[in-house]
């Protein structure tokens, strides 16, 4: 393992020291995948326009700082979130640049992180000032890509303590949620009618929780087991960006066919990577 050889600082290091940078880029994790979640609240309640467009303020109280009604709440909301994540991504990735003993691995991904932060912010901006579909779609990627680096370097940092049982635990995991999705998309039932924005968070709640299984099944995979049990593992991460790509276009029926193809695809490999680890194990 490679580190980083970057003069520590004593105030960074008592803060690790104390609370681990495994649990601060853990709890980075969490507040990331918290704003990805209240923002698909905003936008499936129709609430991105709310706080009267206005950015970075929201439309009451002093110096219109505070939401004047529900739909408002959820925007400012999502904003006051986004606010904390953005400090933890910062802090996250100062810590890991400035401390000698993390991963260097873990340094590039979370700075990458810090790097795309300020892009979300503007994408941010330009979904309450403009509001187009591009944006809209801009927007979340970028944040899914935010997601996805800090889960990497998340699992990175906790792999030395991760097992082969936690490989069979998440694509047990994968099992039992992906089902899940299919049935809260609108491909079930009439369509994006009764697409609610219950619906909608908690499809998006159960898609990171298959990019989470994806990953650590993959990552955890490579370390702990060799042969042919890692081909399905790898190439589960792929089938969940294509899940997670069709399921957002799944209200159009054209791509109905191509998003049940990638949820089949995908639980066909789940399967197969949880046989195969169970007979190796």
Not at 44 to 54: K, P, W
Not at 264 to 273: I, R
Request: proline letters at 6%; aromatic letters at 10%; a positive charge.
């Amino acid at each position: 393992m490679s580190y980083d050889n970057h003069t520590p600082d004593s105030r960074l290091r008592s803060l690790t020291d104390r609370f681990g940078y495994t649990h601060l880029l853990t709890t980075t994790l969490v507040l990331v995948a918290a704003t990805i979640l209240l923002g698909v609240a905003a936008k499936a309640t129709g609430s991105g326009l709310a706080c009267q467009a206005n950015w970075p303020q929201c439309d009451a109280g002093p110096y219109n700082l505070l939401p004047a009604n529900l739909p408002s709440f959820y925007e400012w909301f999502h904003r006051f979130v986004a606010m904390f994540a953005g400090f933890a991504i910062i802090g996250s990735a100062l810590a890991a640049w400035r401390l000698p003993d993390i991963d260097r691995r873990v340094t590039g991904l979370v700075v990458l992180g810090m790097l795309l932060t300020p892009v979300q912010v503007a994408l941010g901006r330009e979904t309450v000032t403009q509001y187009t579909m591009n944006i809209l779609s801009l927007h979340f990627w970028t944040a899914v890509t935010i997601f996805t680096l800090f889960l990497v370097a998340t699992v990175l940092v906790w792999a030395p303590r991760l097992t082969t049982t936690h490989v069979t635990g998440a694509l047990a995991l994968g099992i039992v949620a992906l089902p899940g999705h299919v049935i809260l998309s609108p491909v079930v039932d009439a369509g994006i009618e009764t697409y609610s924005p219950t619906m909608q968070l908690v499809q998006y709640a159960v898609t990171l929780a298959l990019l989470g299984a994806a990953i650590i099944a993959a990552m955890v995979g490579r370390r702990r087991i060799t042969g042919r049990a890692m081909t399905p593992l790898l190439v589960a991460p792929p089938l969940v960006v294509l899940v997670l790509f069709f399921g957002r276009q799944a209200v159009n029926p054209t791509l109905e066919l191509p998003y049940l193809a990638a949820t089949a695809a995908l639980f066909a490999t789940f399967v197969a990577g949880f046989v195969l680890t169970r007979r190796r194990g």
